[in-house]
């Protein structure tokens, strides 16, 4: 027991566990004390629209965002209220407004949790105007008693940022070193010295992983930005800005690609550097994940000391195959070579990674949020085509929602409210996702219906049933992320239990349970039959998008080779722009396989798309590893021409029109021409040149895979 309160104690979810605890106690406290329960309910709604609305804020920005909250929550719980009577207007307006409101999310991820959480306050003022004798009550009375309680959650939440500056930093570092060691482990599987390595696969499943990774370097820098806004950060947080930092290089190091991962396997079955660079590779991940739990609890983070030990077992073993009788190909032997580098600096990184780097000098961050309204009204106006998934989503939700209210109208008017807030919370940007939220949603309400009828049975005293619905808060916040069912039980019970304090918690069972099937029904109706054909044509704008990113990325690597390392903010932004669009086509292809409405698309295709953009992005990722300033001008020029020929060769691929084109074949005399003095291999290691070499050579045979997916996309059936 003690061990699982230490272990929730330093999960991401205890405070905000915490605060819900808070807030919630201090509205029961005041309904028992007032002996006005119908007051209580109002506000412990607010807290929880409140909650849902919360962002990872400094106290600053974060009561900002309050505010402008706090005015979208009276306005819409007012228009609610004002047309509440008048079921036509009512139905334009809710239909109106859920476009709206999800369209507004295409400004920023913070505009997108406000506006959810507004069309969510709006609901649970519809369901406070179904309750019998509301239509008695001051026009005033629910949007105030709905705002008050989100105001109070709000206060508390901001005061204790103010407070607590450094734990939301700490914990999505925490969960971003934690995904770094889940993705050292995935790519140590492709280091099995195995008879046809089933590569296609490993990368398919690596992809999946690249993309939490990717989501967690997203969080954590929006954690550290405004934090960092405008002024010289203290020491806490210039140490937390250098592990950010030094997670982008580990990552791009360990996406790093030396030679293809069966030639590898293939040339060294019988011999143990396959093994050892596996092992290797696995204990960086856990030496990762330690230091995440180091981050979690606030304590000191040491290297495991077995580290340098396996380093050295490792080139010990490469440099008997160089000894070997019959030795390997001098490619493969450069190739492992260049793989110790990188894992031995990898390890160092890790083991060093608060400290500032000389090449990091430019040590500021993007912010992603729009610089003012004119450019929060340009997003959205872009995105206001239907070649856009937020704008698909956001006319299925308006269409599911405004199904609903018909339905409830014409089934029973009564606690049909409740099928609004079930379209509303389950209705997801993908048929796939609708349909496993509908089911874990039902499951919970089932199971929630189950436990909270025996909680009113066991526990009929008010007092009691008060303390079961302040606990179920908590459940429900601390699983809605990660345990949706639990959640879905949680908020059952929380409904139950609550309204049993002004009513007959005995009479929402049923009209629940059928409300909850009849709006998971709408959904999935809505999200299969609504623009169905939309994934082919989506598919082809993914993949062109990863194109031209992956051929940015290429060009500013090719830039440093001539000026030399800089982690500046231009460079970091191409290489965190090309991962962000390999995370795009990655979770684009999970949400079709599972999608009815997109498997029409070839399994096989799909498998060997995630692949190519894995090993385009390895290879790019090995450039960007070992990027240094060549000492030959030369060099760095005829680079930088075969940097521009390729990343030119991917734009083209990237456009419809040119994509059918065959690829001319590459050529490599530009290097050709350089004066390396001969023989002097071991020149051409330390410059770097050959790798530069291998690594282009290896992007170019990538062309031809590139241009038939390119044109299957275009066209599946081929």
């Not at 959810?116 to 008695?136: E, F, H, K, N, W």
Request: glycine content about 6%; overall charge positive; aromatic content about 6%.
């Amino acid at each position: 027991m003690l061990r699982l309160l230490s272990h929730f104690r330093t999960s991401d979810r205890f405070a905000d566990a915490l605060r819900v605890l808070l807030a919630m106690l201090g509205v029961a406290l005041y309904g028992v004390l007032a002996k006005q329960p119908h007051v209580m309910i109002g506000l412990l709604l607010g807290v929880i629209a409140a909650a849902l609305a919360e962002t990872e804020d400094a106290w600053r920005r974060r009561l900002q965002a309050l505010i402008g909250t706090l005015l979208c929550f009276l306005i819409a719980a007012f228009v609610v209220e004002a047309l509440f009577a008048m079921p036509w207007a009512f139905a334009a307006a809710l239909t109106l407004g859920s476009f709206l409101l999800v369209m507004l999310g295409a400004a920023s991820p913070r505009y997108a949790t406000i506006a959810s959480a507004t069309l969510l306050l709006a609901v649970y003022t519809m369901i406070g105007m179904d309750q019998p004798g509301a239509a008695q009550l001051p026009i005033w009375r629910e949007p105030l008693l709905l705002t008050a309680g989100a105001a109070w959650y709000g206060v508390l939440a901001t005061v204790w940022s103010a407070l607590f500056v450094q734990h939301p930093v700490r914990q999505s570092l925490a969960r971003l070193y934690d995904t770094l060691g889940a993705y050292l482990d995935a790519k140590a599987q492709l280091f099995e010295p195995m008879h046809d390595l089933p590569v296609a696969a490993l990368r398919a499943e690596l992809a999946q992983i690249n993309t939490r990774v990717v989501e967690a370097l997203n969080d954590a820098r929006g954690t550290l930005i405004d934090r960092l806004d405008r002024r010289r950060p203290h020491a806490a947080l210039e140490r937390s800005l250098s592990l950010y930092l030094a997670a982008q290089d580990i990552h791009e190091r360990a996406s790093s690609s030396h030679y293809p991962y069966e030639a590898l396997a293939e040339a060294f079955f019988h011999s143990d550097v396959m093994f050892r660079g596996q092992r290797l590779m696995r204990a960086l991940a856990t030496a990762c994940r330690d230091r995440a739990n180091a981050e979690r609890t606030g304590s000191a983070f040491r290297m495991p000391p077995m580290l340098r030990g396996i380093v050295h077992d490792l080139r010990a073993s490469i440099d008997r195959q160089r000894r070997a009788p019959e030795p390997p190909a001098p490619a493969l032997l450069q190739a492992l070579d260049r793989l110790a580098d990188n894992l031995d600096r990898l390890q160092e990184r890790i083991a060093c990674a608060e400290a500032v780097e000389a090449e990091t000098v430019d040590r500021s961050l993007h912010d992603p949020s729009p610089t003012g309204p004119i450019e929060a009204l340009r997003r959205i106006r872009v995105q206001m085509t239907p070649s856009s998934a937020r704008f698909r989503h956001a006319l299925r939700l308006s269409l599911a929602m405004l199904i609903g209210y018909l339905v409830l109208r014409a089934v029973h008017p009564e606690q049909g409210y409740w099928i609004l807030l079930t379209v509303m919370l389950v209705c997801q940007p993908s048929h796939g996702a609708t349909r496993v939220r509908v089911l874990q949603r039902v499951g919970g309400t089932l199971i929630g219906l189950l436990v909270g009828w025996a909680l009113l049975k066991l526990f009929p005293s008010p007092h009691a049933q008060l303390v079961g619905t302040v606990a179920a808060s908590v459940l429900f916040f601390v699983t809605r992320f990660r345990r949706y069912l639990i959640a879905s039980a949680a908020v059952t019970v929380l409904v139950l239990l609550a309204f049993n304090q002004v009513g007959n918690g005995f009479e929402l069972i049923a009209p629940r349970l059928l409300d909850t099937v009849l709006g998971g029904a709408i959904a999935v109706a809505v999200t299969l039959l609504v623009l169905p054909d939309w994934r082919a044509r989506e598919l082809q704008a993914l993949f062109a998008a990863l194109l031209r990113a992956q051929a940015a990325y290429l060009e500013a690597i090719a830039a440093q080779y001539a000026s030399g390392k800089r982690d500046d903010l231009p460079y970091r932004r191409a290489r965190r722009d090309a991962h962000n669009a390999d995370a795009e086509l990655s979770a684009h292809l999970t949400q079709a396989r599972d999608d009815p409405a997109g498997q029409h698309a070839d399994a096989d295709l799909v498998l060997r798309m995630l692949a190519a953009s894995q090993t385009l992005l390895g290879h790019l990722s090995t450039l960007g590893a070992h990027r240094h300033r060549l000492s030959a001008s030369a060099d760095a020029v005829a680079l930088q021409a075969q940097a521009r020929d390729l990343a030119t060769r991917l734009r083209a691929l990237a456009e419809p029109q040119r994509a059918d084109a065959r690829p001319v074949a590459h050529h490599t005399a530009a290097w050709d021409d350089v004066d390396v003095p001969p023989g002097d291999a071991s020149l051409q290691q330390r410059d770097g040149r050959h790798l530069v070499m291998a690594q282009l050579g290896l992007l170019y045979r990538q062309l031809p895979v590139l241009q038939e997916l390119a044109t299957q996309t275009r066209n599946p059936s081929s």
